[in-house]
């Protein structure tokens, strides 16, 4: 009697248990690929539902191209109101002026223009176009531009004077940029908001008839 082999049992067995390995796999891609697609169908449903597009609007505006402009010229602004304040006082005389205004100790016209300024961008930029993001970005770029030209300043601490290094300078300014964009670009934007509803309001208002039943 010849003796059993137990290679082509094994090698049967292994082909079996790939083969139903195969058939678990597939089975499985077919299971997340209909997954995909209902959650892919639902997603572009939700997207172009009215509260995604209020939401897009608020936060991204109404046109995509002209929020693209307004965070394009962003960097611009910086640069030339770094350039203006470099040229023209520099950064110590702003500083002592901001502090002075918001303490009513010194009080300085300047910031109060400058403040309104960046209101009104803010508020051009929320009545035409809409969308948070950029406008804050917008209404950040000068704060930015005036904070960095701290750099090189001497500044006096407890452990003596000391001169302002670029990473602090950058630093800093992206603080102030972060903390007045915000601050500004909310307030703008809601001036503009509001601007634009009054508008929408006034153009969509009924005639009145007059008794006579000609319109006003």
Partial sequence: MRPSNPVPRALNR??????????????????????GRRAGAGIVSVAHGPVARLVSTVLLGRRLGVSVLVV???????????AVVASATGYPPL?????????????????????????????????????????TVLVAAPLFGVAVTRYGTVVTTSYGDRIVSLPEALAFAFGVAAVGGVAVGVVGYGVGAGLRRAVDVVRADVPIPFRDGTQE
Wanted: net charge positive; no cysteine.
């Fill in 72 to 82: 394009g010229l962003a960097p611009v602004l910086a640069v030339l109101t770094a």
């Fill in 95 to 135: 500083e002592r002026w901001v502090v002075g205004t918001w303490t009513g100790t010194d009080p300085r016209a300047a910031v109060f223009v400058g403040a309104a300024v960046l209101v009104g961008l803010a508020a051009a930029s929320a009545a035409v176009n809409g969308g948070l993001l950029p406008t």
């Fill in 14 to 35: 292994t082909r079996s248990s790939l083969e139903r390995l195969l058939s678990s796999l597939r089975w499985l891609l077919t299971a997340l690929r209909a997954v």
